[in-house]
């Protein structure tokens, strides 16, 4: 009996905490000036990678994307309130920016599939006109020579 009534106390008590200990772990920070520092930081992350991640689909913006609904949604709400004009100005263009980012990924990867095959074509096309001119530039340089040195000849005769 004694430890029923205990493990019911013990039950009761980590109910209680629950809350308590969820709203002091939660990833949100627990300060405007916390979570604004985080989205800053995240942002200039996005930035840094925005040309090194090139799959669409790839499991980085996969990640990107569970922690931009994250400062974007709840976090956000919790501390509208507190935010002036200048910072929900400043991290109203974050989204924007990580979509351009995400864009460009997509752009990239379609364009390498889509254009791809054309794009072997033309660099060797360019190629071949480029060694041509080359041997073409490489004969009429010897053959101005040769007629340089045939004129010089004839007047020193």
């Known amino acids: 009996m004694f430890l029923q009534t205990k493990s019911k106390v013990i039950l009761l008590l980590l109910g209680l905490c629950l809350p308590v ?4 772990f ?3 920070g627990n ?3 916390q979570y604004l520092s985080d989205y800053r ?3 200039l992350g996005i930035n840094a990678q925005c040309n090194s991640i090139s799959k669409p689909d790839d499991a980085a913006w996969q990640k990107a994307d569970e ?5 974007t949604g709840k976090q956000y709400r919790r501390f509208y309130p507190e935010l ?3 910072e929900r100005l400043e991290i109203s263009k974050f989204p924007v920016l990580y979509y351009l980012c995400r864009y460009k990924a997509v752009v990239k990867e ?3 599939l889509e254009f791809k095959s054309e794009v072997d074509s033309l660099v060797t096309n360019l190629s071949v006109i480029m060694d041509s001119t080359a041997a073409i530039y490489q004969d009429y340089d010897a053959g101005i020579r040769q007629i340089l040195h045939e004129f010089k000849s004839r007047n020193e005769k």
Request: hydrophobic letters at 40%; charged letters at 35%.
């Open 21 to 24: 200990a969820c709203r002091f």
């Open 26 to 28: 939660d990833s949100s």
């Open 31 to 33: 300060s405007k000036e």
């Open 41 to 43: 930081k995240w942002m």
């Open 67 to 71: 922690e931009l609904a994250a400062f």
């Open 84 to 86: 002036s004009f200048k």
């Open 110 to 112: 379609r364009t390498n």
